[in-house]
């Protein structure tokens, strides 16, 4: 794989799947800090904030950092996604699974979307068109569904190249 | 609920068939064969807990059907389903696989379409409608077979690759896009016409033009003398 920088719409789209996890999780955030532990990941995320500035990278949040996030830094939040995706795996495939009561589902995806809404804008710049686009209620069901389905299909150790491949897309 | 990472593998001494079991709420994969001992005979006892030959393998699908085959139809499932999967993370699915691999897969509404051909002869197709978390766990099974270190056979997972601009799908539509940059030269052409039609200043007679020639002749006379 590359060792250019991610592209800045990789970056945009690895914080968005971290969001996602976020909303799917209540505890998302300290389960990040817990997995960075476990996965050997203290060095580059120490702690809450190292690991805050890092997602930082991404222009559309509301504190952006400037300059490119350096290359084994993403590839550690790519891990964290991964592993944090297993983690709400079974949340996620309740999500998309055609098998579930539809009310359910249409119950489960509101939540959802009212949290992970939120926490987008908390955090990010709602003046972007990007930003703007993820609160609109029509465009932003199929962002959001994308989303939700890439950290499905990412799950796991074997989806880490997968998701770094995605998020460098036109760069090859 | 999803069942993560239910493997086993019923092994024995030396020579005994393995079986190994990959498992997700709507998919199991079960892979049946025989450790290959003559392919590092300097680590025998490792080998023997290794599945090294595979003599076949079943995989059922969200009770929906139970796919049999041999090594070459599982390196075909391996490579069409993880190339597709891995568009569909860039949120550009698209047609995989054909009928050399015997295994297809393709977007559909509300889900993909997997067709598995028969390598038997005036055999139909069969075609199966999964859903994203029927996909999904298959995804899964076959990652955690790739994964397993009990598995010693030569699969070759696709090369996980960035896509081309071209083949990505484009956020907004072409007149918007062109919007801007239209907008931009459209600006530039219109101040740049502006400015021509402001009259340049023109040097005032006797003031200024006439000493900077005066200037070199005077300095000539000087070292002429």
Redesign the interface.
């Given at each position: 794989?590359?060792e250019r920088p991610l592209p800045r719409r990789g970056l945009e789209r690895l914080d968005l799947l971290l969001l996602a996890i976020e909303a799917l999780d209540l505890h998302g955030s300290e389960a990040m800090l817990w997995c960075c532990d476990q996965l050997g990941l203290s060095g580059q995320f120490p702690d809450r904030v190292t690991l805050w500035r890092s997602r930082c990278r991404n222009p559309l949040r509301r504190a952006s950092r400037r300059g490119q996030l350096g290359t084994d830094e993403a590839r550690a939040l790519i891990t964290l996604a991964c592993t944090l995706a297993q983690r709400v795996?079974?949340l996620?495939?309740?999500l998309?699974?055609?098998?579930e009561p539809a009310d359910l589902t249409a119950q489960r995806w509101a939540l959802f979307r009212d949290r992970f809404s939120d926490l987008v804008r908390e955090r990010f710049n709602v003046r972007r068109g990007a930003v703007r686009?993820l609160l609109d209620d029509r465009e932003g069901e199929a962002l959001r569904r994308?989303i939700v389905?890439?950290l499905?299909?990412?799950?796991?150790?074997?989806?880490a190249?997968?998701?770094?491949?995605?998020l460098?897309?036109?760069?090859? | 609920?999803?069942q993560?990472s239910s493997l086993f593998s019923l092994g024995g001494p030396t020579g005994a068939p393995l079986r190994l079991r990959f498992e997700q709420?709507?998919a199991r994969l079960d892979l049946f064969g025989l450790p290959d001992v003559t392919r590092d005979p300097e680590s025998a006892a490792d080998s023997q807990q290794r599945l090294g030959i595979l003599t076949r393998w079943e995989l059922a699908i969200?009770q929906q059907a139970t796919l049999e085959g041999r090594l070459d139809h599982l390196q075909g499932l391996l490579e069409v389903v993880?190339t597709y999967?891995?568009r569909?993370?860039?949120?550009s699915p698209r047609h995989c696989g054909g009928e050399a691999q015997r295994v297809e897969i393709e977007p559909r509404e509300?889900?993909h379409l997997l067709t598995v051909h028969s390598s038997q002869p005036d055999t139909p197709p069969l075609r199966l409608v999964l859903?994203?978390?029927?996909?999904?766990?298959l995804?899964?099974c076959?990652?955690?077979m790739?994964?397993d270190p009990r598995i010693a056979l030569p699969l070759v997972p696709p090369a996980?690759?960035?896509?081309?601009?071209r083949d990505?799908p484009r956020?907004a539509p072409l007149a918007q896009r062109l919007l801007a940059p239209t907008a931009a030269a459209a600006s530039l052409l219109a101040t740049a016409a502006l400015v021509s039609l402001v009259p340049l200043p023109r040097p005032e007679p006797g003031r200024g033009a006439p000493s900077t020639v005066a200037a070199p002749s005077a300095r000539g006379a000087t070292t002429g003398r």
């Amino acid at each position: 794989m590359s060792e250019r920088p991610l592209p800045r719409r990789g970056l945009e789209r690895l914080d968005l799947l971290l969001l996602a996890i976020e909303a799917l999780d209540l505890h998302g955030s300290e389960a990040m800090l817990w997995c960075c532990d476990q996965l050997g990941l203290s060095g580059q995320f120490p702690d809450r904030v190292t690991l805050w500035r890092s997602r930082c990278r991404n222009p559309l949040r509301r504190a952006s950092r400037r300059g490119q996030l350096g290359t084994d830094e993403a590839r550690a939040l790519i891990t964290l996604a991964c592993t944090l995706a297993q983690r709400v795996y079974p949340l996620l495939r309740q999500l998309v699974s055609s098998r579930e009561p539809a009310d359910l589902t249409a119950q489960r995806w509101a939540l959802f979307r009212d949290r992970f809404s939120d926490l987008v804008r908390e955090r990010f710049n709602v003046r972007r068109g990007a930003v703007r686009q993820l609160l609109d209620d029509r465009e932003g069901e199929a962002l959001r569904r994308a989303i939700v389905e890439s950290l499905l299909l990412s799950a796991g150790p074997g989806g880490a190249a997968r998701l770094e491949a995605s998020l460098r897309d036109a760069q090859r | 609920m999803t069942q993560f990472s239910s493997l086993f593998s019923l092994g024995g001494p030396t020579g005994a068939p393995l079986r190994l079991r990959f498992e997700q709420s709507s998919a199991r994969l079960d892979l049946f064969g025989l450790p290959d001992v003559t392919r590092d005979p300097e680590s025998a006892a490792d080998s023997q807990q290794r599945l090294g030959i595979l003599t076949r393998w079943e995989l059922a699908i969200g009770q929906q059907a139970t796919l049999e085959g041999r090594l070459d139809h599982l390196q075909g499932l391996l490579e069409v389903v993880l190339t597709y999967v891995r568009r569909l993370i860039s949120s550009s699915p698209r047609h995989c696989g054909g009928e050399a691999q015997r295994v297809e897969i393709e977007p559909r509404e509300g889900g993909h379409l997997l067709t598995v051909h028969s390598s038997q002869p005036d055999t139909p197709p069969l075609r199966l409608v999964l859903d994203s978390a029927e996909l999904a766990d298959l995804t899964q099974c076959l990652d955690q077979m790739l994964n397993d270190p009990r598995i010693a056979l030569p699969l070759v997972p696709p090369a996980a690759r960035p896509l081309p601009r071209r083949d990505l799908p484009r956020s907004a539509p072409l007149a918007q896009r062109l919007l801007a940059p239209t907008a931009a030269a459209a600006s530039l052409l219109a101040t740049a016409a502006l400015v021509s039609l402001v009259p340049l200043p023109r040097p005032e007679p006797g003031r200024g033009a006439p000493s900077t020639v005066a200037a070199p002749s005077a300095r000539g006379a000087t070292t002429g003398r």
